[in-house]
């Protein structure tokens, strides 16, 4: 996977926290992940197709941090992930991902965006399956991490 | 979301555990899903772009029924959810969603996939965030149940 791809999402991640959250996160050094799963508690994922490519991305948070989030944006901390969390982070998915998507197109890198699907689950883990390069990057802050992963095909 | 689309999906799941795994499960009713979650241990879930839609597909499974698949499949059963069920999973996830793709593609619906993810965790659930009728359809066997979810904007 072209380097390039990568700081887009880093940025637009950052940004989007920073604007709805006033929350700065500190990004770790992206890695290519071999077997060390980003464990979780809940994730926003989406598929990702272009002309030459296709992939996809996932954000997982730890419980904690994504409350902290909420908090944040909406006033409000239901103690739990619950639908309304689901939702926000189905909307910072598609936010985050909509961000890099603008950032590569004006490099000439083009895809289309599915639509976003979240998992809530203790400590679950997340395998890409595309035959491509996996680059995990954490982010951390005081109330907990967070990870983005992203897969590309060739 | 038009009816047309359910069939393939169910259809493929049928035929692709049957032709690989030599297991027939029972389909039970599409069901509108409102709140009611699909509970599992592991799921492949998938983005759909299309030049008029995009959505998202998940396949979730329990623990016991997708080992008995491995089993069934590759004769081995590691008793646990590893690296070599999740890639099945993945795989799965890709043909049945490729079959439908053709079913579909045959009746004038078309979209790309983009590559699959694959969720482990014990009793996860899954939320598709698409702004579209969600269908989720059970299937049972004597060795648990899997789930097929589908959520299509428009």
Do not use: R, W
């Not at 961000?99 to 599915?114: P, R």
Request: charged share 15%.
């Amino acid at each position: 996977m072209n380097v390039n791809f990568i700081n887009p999402f880093l940025q637009s991640l950052l940004n989007v926290i920073s604007t709805m959250a006033s929350m700065d996160l500190t990004p770790g050094k992206p890695q290519i992940k071999s077997d060390n799963l980003a464990k979780g508690d809940v994730s926003g994922l989406i598929g990702l197709v272009g002309p030459q490519t296709k992939g996809s991305l996932s954000i997982t948070f730890e419980q904690k941090l994504v409350l902290q989030i909420m908090q944040n944006m909406l006033g409000e901390n239901p103690g739990k992930i619950n639908e309304e969390v689901t939702d926000l982070v189905g909307e910072i998915t598609n936010m985050v991902t909509g961000g890099a998507k603008n950032l590569l197109g004006q490099k000439g890198y083009e895809f289309e965006m599915a639509t976003p699907m979240v998992v809530s689950g203790k400590g679950h883990t997340i395998s890409h399956k595309a035959n491509g390069t996996k680059i995990i990057m954490p982010f951390t802050s005081p109330h907990g991490t967070a990870y983005i992963e992203i897969c590309f095909e060739n």
